[in-house]
T-cell receptor
Framework: DAGVIQSPRHEVTEMGQEVTLRCKPISGHDYLFWYRQTMMRGLELLIYFNNNVPIDDSGMPEDRFSAKMPNASFSTLKIQPSEPRDSAVYFC?????????????FGDGTRLSIL | AQKITQTQPGMFVQEKEAVTLDCTYDTSDPSYGLFWYKQPSSGEMIFLIYQGSYDQQNATEGRYSLNFQKARKSANLVISASQLGDSAMYFCAMRGPSGGYQKVTFGTGTKLQVIP
C-alpha cells in the first residue's frame, strides 16, 4: 500500500512568496494531520481534518497559514506571505478513525527554507 | 493533560547488542495508546510499535518490543540485536481523551547511535 505522499520534498523560496505544500493521505484514512518540526519547538500539530472537515486549527500560528482538504485524497497547507521564521520541516500524517488508538502514519515531510 | 518524558537525549549502543530507550508518561485517562516512532537522519517519521493501555501483553514487532509497566507509567522501547541502520531519533508518543483523543503528544526524543 502506498504511504502518505507529500510534495515537494524540498522548497526554497524568498520571503514574501506564497508557499503551497501538498499531501495525499493513505486511502481509507479518515483523519489528516499537518505538523511542523523545528529544533526549538519539536513537533507541533498545526491542524487536523476528519472526513475532509477541519476539526482543530488551534495550532496554526497565524493568519498567514491556511489549510484545505477539498477531497479525501488531497490536502494543502499554504503560507502567504512566507517569512524566514516559517523555515521548518512540515509533515502530513493520516490515520484511520476506527479500531481504537490507530497510529498516525507520516509522509516524508517537506523541508521548507525561507530566505 | 498528557505528558511524555524522555530523559535520555542521546544513547550509544554497540552493534548486535540490545538497547532500552526510556519513556515515562503522565495521564489521568484510563484508556490511552502509546506509540514509538523512528526518525532517521533522512527525516521521515516511521511508526514502529503501539501499545494500548488495556493490552495485557507487551507489544512486539520484529526486533522492537515495548516494555509496558502501567503502574509505573513507563513504556520503554527495547531494540534487540542493534544494527547500524537503527541509528536515528526515537520519539515516544501517546493519545488519549484528555489530549483531544486524536491529538498525539510527543516526547522530545532520544538520539540513538549504533557503534560498529
Amino acid at each position: 500500500d502506498a504511504g502518505v505522499i507529500q510534495s515537494p520534498r524540498h522548497e526554497v523560496t524568498e520571503m514574501g512568496q506564497e508557499v503551497t505544500l501538498r499531501c495525499k493521505p493513505i486511502s481509507g484514512h479518515d483523519y489528516l494531520f499537518w505538523y511542523r518540526q523545528t529544533m526549538m519547538r519539536g513537533l507541533e500539530l498545526l491542524i487536523y481534518f476528519n472526513n475532509n472537515v477541519p476539526i482543530d486549527d488551534s495550532g496554526m500560528p497565524e493568519d498567514r497559514f491556511s489549510a484545505k482538504m477539498p477531497n479525501a485524497s488531497f490536502s494543502t497547507l499554504k503560507i502567504q506571505p512566507s517569512e524566514p521564521r516559517d523555515s521548518a520541516v512540515y509533515f502530513c500524517a493520516s490515520s484511520r478513525g476506527t479500531g481504537g488508538y490507530q497510529p498516525q502514519h507520516f509522509g516524508d515531510g517537506t523541508r521548507l527554507s525561507i530566505l | 493533560a498528557q505528558k511524555i518524558t524522555q530523559t535520555q537525549p542521546g544513547m550509544f549502543v554497540q552493534e548486535k547488542e540490545a538497547v532500552t530507550l526510556d519513556c515515562t508518561y503522565d495521564t489521568s485517562d484510563p484508556s490511552y495508546g502509546l506509540f514509538w516512532y523512528k526518525q532517521p537522519s533522512s527525516g521521515e517519521m516511521i511508526f514502529l510499535i503501539y501499545q494500548g493501555s488495556y493490552d495485557q501483553q507487551n507489544a512486539t514487532e520484529g526486533r522492537y518490543s515495548l516494555n509496558f509497566q502501567k503502574a509505573r507509567k513507563s513504556a520503554n522501547l527495547v531494540i534487540s540485536a542493534s544494527q547500524l541502520g537503527d541509528s536515528a531519533m526515537y520519539f515516544c508518543a501517546m493519545r488519549g481523551p484528555s489530549g483531544g483523543y486524536q491529538k498525539v503528544t510527543f516526547g522530545t526524543g532520544t538520539k540513538l547511535q549504533v557503534i560498529p
